[in-house]
T-cell receptor, first 122, second 109 residues
């Protein structure tokens, strides 16, 4: 399957600092990427949809000024957690979806996931 | 998206037995479904998918069954192995992509 790289895999930061997480699609161009948050023993919660060259679409309840998303190229989306606080500690996962036509018909809506980033805010 | 942060149900099976993991989906317009496996501390991995024009699809040791009448999806794992221990999520795609709550599978050696 396709490869999505996420970096860093784990970051520990002080409260009040900002943290940037990168998500790269390595073998396809992704016009759409997704950012999820996952608490221990819970399902993935979609935070926002990142669209290349345009503003991200945030889910209800997600602060767009808190979680800045930039999708400047077809292979890179970044999530910046601004002024992080302990309650922001979580597992953040990105995914990328191949553009229509790039994947076989049966998998046209498939999402490939990064390995996730564990954020620990002290 | 409407992924709901509920605590995961669990399933324990003996090594070598077959496992069945169930998922109920909500959107009758969903036409594409995926099962993902997520090991601890890692991102979800694609296992198998199925479109709504099918009711069964088989992979290597895994089978997905789709019952559109009752909006139910299941994942069957044959001869479950310790390496199958993980959390399994179903995902449905209609106009948007939604994850199910997931099931934590533990394989007992």
């Amino acid at each position: 399957g396709a490869v999505v790289s996420q970096h860093p895999s784990w970051v520990i930061c002080k409260s009040g600092t900002s943290v940037k997480i990168e998500c790269r699609s390595l073998d396809f161009q992704a016009t759409t990427m997704f950012w999820y948050r996952q608490f221990p023993k819970q399902s993935l919660m979609l935070m926002a949809t990142s669209n290349e060259g345009s503003k991200a679409t945030y889910e209800q309840g997600v602060e767009k000024d808190k979680f800045l998303i930039n999708h400047a190229s077809l292979t890179l989306s970044t999530l910046t957690v601004t002024s992080a606080h302990p309650e922001d500690s979580s597992f953040y996962i990105c995914s990328a979806r191949p553009p229509v036509g790039a994947a076989k018909k049966s998998a046209k809506n498939i999402q490939y996931f990064g390995a996730g980033t564990r954020l620990s805010v002290l | 998206g409407e992924s709901v942060g509920l605590h995961l149900p669990t399933l324990s099976v003996q090594e070598g037995d077959n496992s069945i993991i169930n998922c109920a989906y909500s959107n009758s317009a969903s036409d594409y479904f995926i099962w993902y496996k997520q090991e601890s501390g890692k991102g979800p991995q694609f296992i198998i998918d199925i479109r709504s024009n099918m009711d069964k699809r088989q992979g290597q040791r895994v089978t997905v069954l789709l019952n559109k009448t009752v909006k139910h999806l299941s994942l069957q794992i044959a001869a479950t192995q310790p390496g199958d221990s993980a959390v399994y999520f179903c995902a449905e795609f209609g106009n948007q992509f939604y994850f199910g709550t997931g099931t934590s599978l533990t394989v007992i050696p």
